[in-house]
């Protein structure tokens, strides 16, 4: 006999290690469900708060989460009360599942569970059954499984991104945001002991459903974390104290129509970084909101902000009602839209004026009735204010003077400084003209932000960016230093809207043909802000000015940015900062580009007779008219003296000869205009 008890041991562990190898063999050839289920696509702002996710597929809301994301103090009491050895056994615990037979018979019902965290993230990403032996002895052999193919952190992980937690909400990111309005980073023990309560019957438990049965889930949970001592009783006391949410909340939608462009524009990522600035984001869209209030059910908004040091975009408002089915057409993203700039292209055609030599902030302009062919604009009001200086015509925003600038610039040359900025402007009839200066062309608020982040960084743009992980890139230098110094120092003083703070932005309004677009624009030290308000359809707006409609807006945009300016900082040293007086000649008074081969305005004209004129002699002689000029004059025929002294205008010369004569006027200063007349 123990001659064969060797024998009889070699045979047992000889069946041991095959049964072994065969359950190894059975746990490594289970097939797995997908480890990488959909999660919801994240914006987040540039502080990584979340400023919108979207459903997966299904239409439930699935965030992925991490157990270094989620409060710790959650973690203990769910491990607590779920699976307390969760980091000692390797996907199953035997004394778990034991003690839980042992109870089930001596009770005759089911007191506790045995299933491990990992058996629950098995059943989770099969979506299998509880309560069939079979689906249980499924889940033992893909716990084992993952067990060996997962870290325990990436098993709590999967378990924080799929629990059920109510309705279509998965994943304990998705229940704080829907049942707490926050972040799972930081909760309270009331708050932890509802979201470890809820995924064990999430729709029974529901508090917006079932508060009572959820109170008392909850004091469950709070009961084992005390008794754990995860929890004192002070803390127990107070949880209890808590009410529970009646209802969910929205999940935050910000920066809609920025966050779609994101999403389409790279849609193989799952999060996606962007440089908005959440709190102002949110606060720019109650403002929106606010603004349409009183201005009619089909006017929509837009607004932009941006950090002209960087381009960076902090805020972008497409519309105040994206995704409601009303008459303001909130789908539109106005932000982008091609509309008519009216006025707020004027400085830069100023700008390129200045740099050009043709004027200076102190030149002075006339104000006039002007025809250029056909085209013969005039003022908004239809009066003419005269001479005045540059400056002056930039604040009040007068047609004539930049239409008679931008004549002598070049319609092709304002085209060509837009692009230089970045901007891609759209001509209606693909010609650049004379209208440009005041509103005919397209671009977009966008557009229009970029061309002042130029303006407001000293003539050299960047272009606008809405990604963290986009480089800064500069355009070409537009306009000199000092001249953008100049323009700053215009704009800002501009008289600001009533009730509005006399900060000193530098902003200009604008308001197409039509009353369409009304625009206000403005910058400090560091922002570029703009405003759009018109009708997405390309309606006119009877009595819309951007003067009186959305310039207010633009000031109560930043006294949300930031109350207190920053300065638009000294002027380079090269500028020019020079009275009228002082200034050298051809620029005290805008005469254009051909001033130097012209007479000055004033200069003594001989009115009449026309040069060339053949004329028949009154008596002996012939009257002129002569204007302009400083009295007395002095009057030559052929060259020789024939009058002096002379104050009047009308003139009789006694010309005894018949024929071919020069008559020269000189005045006092020297001036002198002629005329060559045939006398018969």
Do not use: C
Not at 211 to 217: G, M, W
Not at 404 to 415: F, I, K, R, S, Y
């Amino acid at each position: 006999m123990r001659r064969i008890w060797p024998f009889v041991l070699v045979g047992l562990l000889l069946f041991g290690a095959g049964a072994r190898d065969a359950f190894d063999n059975w746990i490594v050839s289970a097939k797995l469900p997908v480890l990488l289920a959909d999660t919801s696509v994240e914006m987040r702002d540039r502080d990584g708060q979340l400023l919108r996710a979207y459903t997966v597929d299904d239409g439930i809301w699935r965030l992925g989460a991490r157990p270094d994301q989620v409060d710790q103090t959650y973690l203990k009491m769910l491990l607590v009360y779920e699976d307390k050895r969760f980091f000692q056994h390797d996907g199953v615990d035997l004394r778990a599942m034991l003690r839980a037979g042992w109870q089930a018979l001596w009770s005759r019902a089911i007191v506790s569970g045995g299933s491990t965290l990992t058996m629950q993230v098995a059943r989770l990403l099969e979506n299998s059954g509880t309560g069939r032996w079979q689906g249980k002895l499924r889940q033992f052999r893909l716990a084992l499984a993952i067990e060996r193919k997962l870290s325990k952190q990436e098993i709590l992980g999967l378990y924080l991104t799929h629990a059920p937690f109510g309705g279509n909400l998965e994943g304990i990111r998705a229940a704080s945001l829907a049942w707490f309005d926050k972040e799972p980073s930081r909760l309270t023990p009331a708050e932890a002991a509802l979201l470890v309560a809820l995924p064990q019957n999430p729709n029974a438990r529901r508090p917006d459903q079932a508060a009572a049965v959820a109170r008392s889930a909850r004091a469950r949970v709070l009961r084992r974390a005390v008794k754990a001592g995860v929890l004192t009783d002070d803390d127990f006391f107070a949880a209890l104290g808590e009410s529970v949410p009646v209802k969910r909340h929205d999940f935050p939608r910000l920066a809609a129509h920025l966050t779609d462009r994101a999403a389409s524009n790279k849609p193989d990522r799952q999060v996606h970084w962007l440089t908005i600035d959440k709190t102002l984001q949110s606060s720019l869209e109650k403002l929106a909101a606010q603004a349409l209030l009183g201005l009619g059910e089909r006017l929509s908004i837009a607004m932009v902000v941006a950090d002209h040091a960087t381009g960076e975009i902090l805020a972008s408002v497409g519309s105040a009602s994206y995704g409601q089915g009303d008459h303001r057409q909130g789908f539109v993203d106005m932000s982008r839209a091609r509309r008519s700039p009216g006025s707020t292209l004027k400085p830069l055609v100023y700008g390129l004026a200045f740099d050009r030599g043709l004027a200076h902030p102190e030149t002075m302009i006339n104000d006039r009735p002007v025809r250029f062919g056909t085209y013969a604009p005039q003022n908004f009001d239809g009066a003419f204010r005269g001479e005045l200086r540059v400056s002056e015509a930039l604040q009040q925003s007068l047609n004539l003077p930049v239409v008679l600038l931008v004549d002598e610039v070049g319609p092709a040359n304002l085209l060509a400084a837009m692009r230089k900025a970045g901007t891609d402007p759209r001509l209606p009839n693909g010609q650049p003209g004379l209208a440009m200066a005041l509103g005919g062309i397209g671009v977009t608020l966008e557009e229009l932000v970029q061309l002042y982040v130029m303006q407001a960084r000293g003539g050299v743009g960047v272009e606008l960016n809405w990604r963290l992980d986009e480089e800064v890139v500069e355009t070409q230098r537009v306009m000199s230093r000092s001249t953008a110094w100049h323009l700053g120092h215009i704009l800002s003083g501009i008289a600001p809207p009533p009730g509005a703070p006399s900060n000193r932005l530098a902003f200009k309004t604008g308001t197409s043909y039509g009353h369409r677009d009304t625009w206000a624009i403005g910058y400090d030290g560091q922002h570029v802000a703009g405003v759009w308000i018109g009708r997405p359809d390309g309606t006119p707006v009877p009595g819309a000015f951007g003067a009186a409609v959305a310039a207010p807006v633009l000031f109560d945009m930043y006294q949300r940015i930031k109350p207190d300016l920053a300065p638009l900082g000294p002027p380079p040293p090269e500028t020019i900062l020079l009275s009228n007086a002082q200034l050298p000649d051809p620029l005290r008074k805008f005469r254009g580009r051909n001033a130097v081969f012209l007479a000055p305005a004033d200069t003594v004209r001989v009115a009449f007779p026309p040069d060339g004129a053949r004329l028949v002699r009154v008596g002996k002689g012939l009257t002129i008219k002569v204007k302009y000029g400083h009295k007395p004059y002095t009057i030559l025929a052929n060259g020789a003296p024939l009058m002096t002294g002379i104050r009047q205008q009308d003139i009789y010369l006694p010309l005894d000869e018949a024929g071919a004569s020069i008559i020269t006027v000189v005045d006092a200063v020297g001036q002198s205009d002629r005329v060559r007349v045939w006398l018969d």
